[in-house]
């Protein structure tokens, strides 16, 4: 997985570094640790200068399911053969309601 530093993120958002931590601390975007234990946003949370489309609803209802910010990077990065692919390959291509139909059931 690649991860981009939070400067980085925040210039491929063309937004203030500050307003990343934002998207953070509002649920929009999650950062995660490397090994070296730098935060960074997974690349292809990112599509086209924003956000990926519906991300944020995924986000909040896996939260909602006590997952914690490294399972739900997981579980979007996870192969699902009824995708097909990852779920994150799945809002990239625009097909957010199938990715949020099973975020809804991922907690139970």
């Not at 006590?66 to 390959?89: A, M």
């Amino acid at each position: 997985m690649d991860l981009l530093p939070l400067p980085q993120a925040a210039e491929a958002l063309g937004v203030p570094v500050t307003r990343v931590h934002q998207l953070v601390r509002d649920g929009h975007l999650i950062a995660v640790r490397n090994a070296d234990g730098v935060r960074g946003i997974p690349a292809l949370l990112l599509k086209d200068g924003s956000v990926v489309k519906s991300l944020p609803s995924v986000i909040t209802q896996l939260r909602d399911a006590q997952y914690e910010d490294s399972e739900i990077v997981d579980w979007l990065y996870r192969e699902d053969d009824s995708l097909p692919g990852s779920p994150i390959e799945a809002l990239r291509a625009n097909r957010g309601s199938e990715v949020k139909r099973r975020a809804q059931v991922a907690g139970y």
